[in-house]
């Protein structure tokens, strides 16, 4: 029987043996400008603009193939017009809930082929998501940093790492800090945590002051019921009005909620910390569609993210839910990959 590629990394979560150390010098990898950053994982230091190996020209769901467009670009460092280009230190990485409804070792290997300079482990009911040891083995097998945990405060979360808030940010406090993830990103409280919600702004304080984790607080969206909008969370769907230290800012998030994520972002200013990049039409549910699909202004905020030398993260979290083939997930999350190592860039202006 042929083992599929899930089934391996199944078998690395598992304590598999290590595969190759480093994937540095790949076929279209830029360098990155100087900046002051975290430094990357294994074998991924001054990756900028790396799409991965061309692989063919052909074209996908009638769009040109993003791997043909990598290999067309313009060479390293310089624009399109021989003017030198600054790309900040600001890693780009995938969510594992990009992949979904495969796994989080599927992530891993897709993270690792296509270029992305880690991951952000969305912690959930994939039971290898949950597990410390086992994220270790796959971020050692593929040489994939693990940039952030997504703290499980979702819906469907609400038991994975037990059923209390406080536990479940502890836990991952516990284990982005041993697994050299920089950020946990955590959702405000939902409106019938009652307790929760009352000590969240000090509590989230109290936390970020024990540790070097940066616990990011992510922007969320009301819900609109004939005419109407409700908010699920307290004290709102938009944090920024709160003290916190960091912030993740979610531009599908902002297309549901109607809101000016350009404005959001000035607004939080030096406390963004987190970037989830993806698009939005502004329908009343989340669609998380790759970027430049939409209407939000993604490749603005990207060029404004270099333009101010951000050194935090920017995490593709899209929805592939919908395609059939490996081919066609893998093709959208390398379409994702290429228009934000495109826009994350600044070059001079024309005089």
């Known amino acids: 029987m042929t083992t599929s590629p899930a089934s391996r990394d199944g078998a690395a979560a598992g304590g598999g043996a290590a595969g190759p150390a480093g994937r540095a010098g790949r076929p279209g990898q830029l360098s990155r400008g100087s900046g002051t950053g975290a430094a990357a994982g294994p074998g991924r230091a001054g990756r900028a603009a790396q799409v991965g190996p061309p692989r063919g020209t052909g074209t996908a769901n009638g769009r040109p193939s993003a791997r043909a467009a990598a290999a067309a670009a313009k ?7 021989g003017r030198p280009v600054t790309v900040p230190a600001a890693r780009v990485g995938l969510s594992t809930a990009s992949v979904y409804p495969e796994s989080t070792a599927v992530a891993f290997e897709l993270a690792a082929r296509l270029g992305y300079d880690g991951v952000e482990v969305m912690v959930w009911t994939d039971p290898v998501s949950q597990d410390p040891d086992a994220l270790r083995r796959l971020s050692d097998y593929h040489g994939v940093p693990i940039l952030a945990l997504h703290a499980p405060c979702l819906v469907i979360t609400q038991r994975v790492w037990g059923t209390e808030p406080w536990g479940k940010l502890q836990r991952a406090r516990a284990a982005a800090e041993r697994l050299g993830a920089g950020t946990v990103v955590v959702h405000p409280p939902f409106r019938w945590q009652r307790d929760y919600a009352r000590t969240f702004r000090t509590g989230i304080d109290r936390l970020a002051g024990e540790t070097d984790v940066r616990f990011a607080v992510e922007n969320m969206f009301p819900l609109r019921v004939r005419g109407r909008e409700v908010s699920a969370y307290a004290p709102d769907w938009d944090p920024t009005d709160e003290p916190h230290r960091h912030f993740t800012l979610d531009i ?16 939080i200013g030096g406390r963004l910390a987190h970037v989830h990049i993806a698009d939005g039409t502004g329908l009343a549910k989340d669609e998380h569609l790759v970027p430049g699909r939409g209407s939000q202004p993604c490749g603005e905020l990207l060029g404004r993210l270099a333009e101010r030398a951000f050194t935090g993260t920017v995490i593709v979290e899209v929805n592939t839910r919908r395609v059939i083939t490996r081919p066609e997930r893998e093709n959208d999350l390398a379409e994702a990959l ?14």
């Open 75 to 81: 060479p390293a460092g310089e624009s399109a017009l």
């Open 338 to 351: 290429a228009f934000t190592r495109l826009h994350l860039a600044t070059a001079p202006a024309l005089t």
């Open 252 to 267: 599908s998030h902002t297309a549901v909620a109607r809101a000016d994520p350009l404005a959001l972002m000035d607004k």
